[in-house]
């Protein structure tokens, strides 16, 4: 059997290391995941009583509308219902958004060293894909607009951008957005919006009124630690939303997704404390690498994006391994997930014994 020729040039996507993997390799009894930007704190109470007590037959099907999700949503964020699309996750998210706009005869513009599956989709649909370097860690807003042409179709802005960690400030994505074209697709990744509490951080809802070639995309991934459900959402004018739609499968979002994501929305107290943790150990983090002339982005995220000079990302990688810790690493750093006090106590243990010696 033959596919298109394009996927030959990709991988299908490989999961980080699952912690029942590392322990079975080194024979260790404890393993902690900072590889995958998981909320360390679980999920709200709420939501395993809800999913305990409030479940229909599972012989019937969700409800594909999501309509009770989509009125909390919606009062939430400040939108009106039909403004919503609902996903299994920003992934599928990503994949509908590609499938609908994007063809052979098309180009979508994104940074490099951002979310992968910008890329991967766009090589399904066999556009032509203009990637734009990071500029400091930050995306090249100004380099991006000049790769605009006739056939531009899709912009990708991953804020704040994994993995760097950095975002794009209120000012500038307005006067970036003043200079794309009505007819070009702004996609905004808000993956990790509850967690950026930098006073310049954009509030991009008003800006929906404005721009109608504007998609907001949120998750309940994160914050919310709901990420095994997965579930996601994108925000735009009623008109793009609508048609959509046309590409997303039927009942796509589960009955316990639904019912976990309307619960984490009725205990926000919970959200609010898991950020406030995520800022404090941060800064235990921050403190930490300058100690140690150990370069970093600061970020707007629960996780950080760091180089230790002299060490290799691959280095840095297997020596936490063999500690039972799991990292993400890259071509030239590491992804670390803030974790909760002791688990990042430990983890900063082990980077100052790594820096000791020599690997």
């Known amino acids: 059997m ?4 394009q996927l030959l040039t990709l991988d299908a996507y490989v999961p980080g290391k699952s912690s029942e993997e590392v322990r079975k390799e080194f024979g260790l009894n404890k393993i902690v995941k900072l590889a995958s930007n998981e909320n360390p704190y ?38 009106n219902e039909n403004q919503l699309l609902f996903s299994s996750g920003l992934d599928e998210l990503i994949q509908i958004i590609s499938r609908a706009i994007l063809s052979s005869d098309t180009n979508t513009i ?50 704040p951008n994994n993995p760097t960690g950095t975002y794009v400030n209120q ?47 949120r998750t309940f991934s994160k914050a919310y630690g709901l990420a095994a459900f997965r579930i996601g959402y994108g925000m735009g004018s ?19 997704a639904q019912t976990a994501a309307i619960a984490a929305l009725q205990d926000l107290a ?9 800022s404090e150990e941060k800064q235990r983090f921050y403190h930490f690498f300058d100690q140690h002339q150990i370069v970093y982005y600061p970020s707007q995220t629960n996780f950080i994006y760091l180089n230790i000079p002299g060490k290799s990302s691959g280095e840095v990688f297997q020596f936490l391994l ?32 790594m820096i000791a010696v020599k690997l």
């Not at 033959?2 to 020729?5: I, P």
């Not at 959200?271 to 995520?278: A, F, G, H, L, Y």
């Open 238 to 256: 009623a008109a793009f939303i609508k048609q959509l739609e046309v590409t997303r499968l039927p009942f796509n979002t589960s009955v316990l």
């Open 42 to 79: 679980g999920s709200s109470p709420a939501v395993l009583e809800a999913i305990s007590t409030a479940i229909p037959s599972f012989a019937i099907y969700p409800d594909g509308a999501a309509i009770e999700l989509r009125e909390r949503v919606a009062y939430h964020v400040g939108v």
């Open 171 to 217: 000012m500038d994505l307005e006067q970036f957005l003043a200079r794309v074209p009505a007819d070009v697709l702004v996609v905004l990744d808000e993956a990790y919006y509850e967690y950026a509490i930098a006073e310049d951080y954009p509030q991009t809802i008003p800006l929906l009124k404005q721009y109608e070639n504007l998609l907001v995309l």
């Open 110 to 159: 994104m940074a490099q060293g951002t979310f992968p599956q910008y890329k991967h989709h766009a090589v399904i649909e066999n556009a032509e894909i203009r990637e734009v370097a990071l500029k400091n860690g930050l995306h090249d807003l100004d380099e991006m607009a000049k790769r605009i042409d006739e056939n531009t179709k899709i912009i990708w802005i991953c804020n």
């Open 2 to 5: 033959k596919v298109k020729k």
């Open 322 to 353: 063999e500690k039972g810790f799991i990292i993400r690493p890259f071509p030239e750093g590491v992804r670390i997930t803030i974790g909760t006090e002791q688990e990042n106590k430990e983890l900063l243990q082990h980077i100052e014994q």
């Open 270 to 278: 919970f959200v609010e404390d898991s950020i406030d943790k995520n």
